[in-house]
């Protein structure tokens, strides 16, 4: 079996040979890039299965290495932070990171974080059979992330199409924000939950209108139902 692969990016050199001593160490396999763009060409290449994120980076910076990345890849990406305002954590969340890690970092959390990641991340691979689901006028494919309305394929973001899978697979069944944050997203994340509201908001503009037999309603106090009449 081929070791795990970690792509390491962050402009500090000093920090990039820590972890890829402590990765490899372990048995993952790295590699490092020290600027966004370069992040984005070996996300492609080297085709890895974490990527440990800088935010403030040369070039491109973390949030933007994130989006490109998102558009092609659903790879775990954890990001490395010294900021730590909650508004970094929702834009992150947003844009489809998997979690954080504030520096300075202790190296053993390090490991046990992308541990954790990976282990999800596989888990969800594997309970993810049903990669279909449809209703009238909609299909939402998570094999090839597709959303599909009224005949139309319409152009949605990893997230947005995972949390609209999610509710749909489930339909009437009301969710919290915590729980969508937590079963969607894949960790626990305590505090604002505004990015649920934005991805349901974003949702709501693809399928307002499509059919009268379901809809993405709001329960009043509590969370969000995919409604099925």
């Known amino acids: 079996m081929e070791n795990q692969k970690i792509l390491i990016v962050d402009d500090d ?34 085709n890895p299965d974490l990527i440990l994120l800088d935010i403030m980076m040369p070039r491109l910076d973390g949030w933007q290495v994130c989006r490109q990345v998102r558009k092609t890849s659903e790879v775990p990406i954890i990001m490395l932070t010294a ?10 969340l947003e844009l489809g990171a998997d979690d954080y890690i504030s520096k300075p970092f202790d190296t053993k959390e390090v490991l046990a974080r992308i541990k954790a990641v990976l282990r999800r991340s596989s888990e969800k691979a594997k309970n993810n059979k ?11 494919n998570l094999t090839n992330y597709e ?16 949390l609209i899978f ?15 944050l937590d079963e969607v997203w894949g960790f ?9 509201d934005v991805h349901v ?3 709501r503009e693809k ?23």
């Open 130 to 140: 049903i990669k279909e689901v449809r209703f009238d006028k909609l299909v939402i």
């Open 83 to 92: 900021k730590g305002e909650v508004f970094d954590k929702i834009l992150g």
């Open 166 to 180: 999610h509710l749909a697979s489930n339909p009437n069944r009301v969710y919290t924000r915590d729980q969508l």
């Open 13 to 46: 050199s000093n920090i990039c040979e820590l972890l890829r001593m402590y990765l490899q160490k372990d048995g993952f396999d790295t590699a490092i890039a020290s600027d966004g763009e370069q992040a984005v060409e070996l996300a492609a290449q080297y």
């Open 207 to 229: 399928l307002e209108n499509v059919s009268d037999k379901w809809s993405l309603k709001t329960v009043w106090g509590v969370g969000y139902k995919f409604e099925v009449k």
């Open 147 to 162: 959303l599909i309305v009224d005949d139309k394929k319409i152009d949605t973001p990893p997230k947005e199409l995972e």
């Open 188 to 196: 626990d994340y305590y505090g604002d939950s505004r990015t649920v």
């Open 201 to 203: 908001k974003r949702l």
